[in-house]
C-alpha cells in the first residue's frame, strides 16, 4: 500500500533531516513508490541552512487530510512566531492518530506545545525541554538517538538515518527487516553492510 508523506519545512530549515527518507519514500527499488509533499506557512521559497531553495507545494491551510503522515524537519526557525502556524496541523493529525515525525528542533517545538507530555522521547536538549511551560514530562525523556512510541517518533538532529527507519517502521511500508537493512547501508557503510549481510564473504 503506496502512503502519502507531508513534510513541514520553515526557512532556515535543516536539508539533510528529511532527505534519506523523503528519498526512500521514493525509492523504487524498495517497491513502493510513495506520494511525498512538502508544506510550509506559505507556497514562497525557502533556504535551508545549506542554502538550498526549496518551493513548498503546500501551505499549511492546503495539507490533505487523508495524508498518512506529517514530518517536521528541524532548523533555526522552531523557536519563533512562524512556528506557531505549524501547531494546529500537528494537533489535528495526531487527534486522528496519523504518524506524526519531529526531528532536531522541532522536538523542542513539540515539547513547548505539550505535544510530548504522554509519550517517551528524544530530542537536542532535554534541559531547554525542562524549562518550557507546557512541557510535563521530563522522566519521559530518553538519552537515544531516534525513538518511536506509538505513532509519535522523535529524534536528534544527528540521526536523520535512524529517525527515518523508525518512521518507515510506524508506516508499516516494508518489513522491518528490510528497514533495518537499508538503514545499516547509511550507519555501517557501504561495504561494512555487505558484509553484515553475507554479500561477500
Not at 132 to 138: G, H, T, W
Amino acid at each position: 500500500m503506496k502512503r502519502k508523506v507531508v513534510f513541514i519545512i520553515l526557512d532556515q530549515f535543516a536539508d539533510w533531516e528529511g532527505a534519506y527518507l523523503s528519498s526512500v519514500l521514493r525509492d523504487e527499488e524498495m517497491g513502493s513508490i510513495n506520494e511525498v509533499l512538502w508544506a510550509s506557512t506559505d507556497r514562497k521559497p525557502k533556504k535551508s541552512l545549506g542554502n538550498m531553495t526549496v518551493i513548498p507545494d503546500l501551505s499549511f491551510e492546503e495539507i490533505p487530510e487523508d495524508a498518512d503522515a506529517l514530518i517536521l524537519i528541524g532548523g533555526n526557525s522552531w523557536r519563533g512566531e512562524e512556528a506557531k502556524k505549524a501547531a494546529d496541523v500537528v494537533r489535528r493529525f495526531l487527534e486522528k492518530k496519523a504518524v506524526v515525525g519531529f526531528i532536531c528542533d522541532a522536538t523542542y517545538f513539540a515539547a513547548k506545545e505539550g505535544f510530548l507530555n504522554e509519550v517517551l522521547h528524544t530530542g537536542n536538549n532535554q534541559e531547554e525541554m525542562g524549562n518550557l511551560e507546557n512541557y510535563r514530562n521530563p522522566e519521559g525523556f530518553r538519552m537515544e538517538n531516534a525513538i518511536s512510541d506509538g505513532r509519535i517518533i522523535t529524534a536528534n538532529g544527528n540521526n536523520p538515518v535512524e529517525f527515518s527507519k523508525e518512521v518507515l517502521k510506524a508506516l508499516e511500508l516494508f518489513p522491518a527487516e528490510k528497514i533495518d537493512m537499508w538503514a545499516d547501508f547509511y550507519l555501517l557503510g557501504y561495504w561494512n553492510a555487505l558484509r553484515k549481510y553475507g554479500f561477500l564473504n
